[in-house]
């Protein structure tokens, strides 16, 4: 997998190291380029082999079942491996399991690898502070985008675009997918990861329409409704039409493919979200 990391300034990291899982997954499937202490990459080599077990089972379209993470010591670091100096980041888990971004950084995002694989960077202030729950949710969300972009019959992503959803597929819909993957696997509710957001609903009423792809890269607050509500139309998308059902549409880009439309499970969000804020 060091193919992906050519040229990357994550070799230049002070002290950098590349750790492979231990348990939990085949020789070679998880990587972990690193300058943390050897026990914090320790952690994340396991994070990566649980990660990849629970994409295994949620997505079922070919992949090499690899996954590269990057774990720069400081955020200093972070913006240099991920070219993301300056800029605003959108690729993030949210919800209160993990720590807020701020309009400069993202707890973890996927970003290009030079063999067009993807290639996961992770925050080391958001991994320090997140909990256990937070922290496998962050790689998992992480690794369904890599598996997701890894397939050009879904993606259309020779690219590999770091911050693009799935080509065909709305952006609430490939951010929603990899909540649903992360939160079903680490087994967490909304009391737990949306409560902010499902405060605004209680006080305002459900928002008009899906997250749209500006919703995931404006303000911190607006991106993390962004990612609840995406999230939990994906969950409404399972009730109304069955588990496998985000997988279904994420496959085809497009809700039709589970037997809705596009106003048929916005209403049954709506719906849904009022439920929920007002049993909160």
């Not at 990566?48 to 295994?56: H, K």
Request: glycine share 10%; hydrophobic share 45%.
């Amino acid at each position: 997998m060091a193919s992906a990391l050519a040229d990357n300034p994550a070799w230049e990291l002070p002290g950098v190291q590349v750790r492979h899982a231990d348990e939990g997954a085949q020789t070679g499937e998880v990587a972990v380029v690193s300058n943390l202490p050897a026990d914090k990459g320790a952690q994340l080599s396991a994070a990566g082999a649980q990660a990849l077990a629970a994409v295994r089972s949620a997505w079922r379209r070919p992949w090499n079942s690899r996954l590269l993470i990057v774990a720069p010591a400081d955020r200093a670091q972070w913006a240099r491996v991920a070219g993301r100096t300056g800029a605003s980041a959108a690729t993030s888990t949210g919800g209160g399991e993990t720590p807020a971004p701020t309009d400069e950084v993202a707890p973890a995002m996927t970003v290009p690898g030079a063999d067009g694989s993807g290639v996961v960077v992770l925050d080391p202030v958001a991994w320090e502070s997140a909990t256990g729950q937070g922290r496998r949710a962050l790689v998992i969300h992480e690794a369904v985008h890599v598996a997701v972009r890894a397939d050009p019959t879904v993606s259309g992503a020779g690219t590999q675009a770091a911050e693009a959803p799935q080509a065909g597929a709305p952006a609430w819909l490939s951010e929603g997918f990899a909540q649903w993957v992360a939160y079903e696997a680490v087994g967490v509710g909304p009391d737990v990861v949306a409560g902010d957001f499902l405060a605004q609903v209680r006080a305002h009423g459900p928002p008009e329409h899906l997250p749209e792809q500006a919703d995931f890269e404006g303000p911190v607050s607006s991106r993390l409704d962004a990612y609840a509500g995406a999230w939990l139309a994906c969950r409404t998308l399972a009730q109304r039409a069955g588990a496998q059902a985000p997988r279904v549409a994420m496959e085809a880009g497009s809700v039709r493919a589970a037997g809705l439309d596009n106003g048929a499970l916005t209403r049954a969000w709506q719906a849904d979200l009022r439920r929920l804020a007002e049993a909160g």
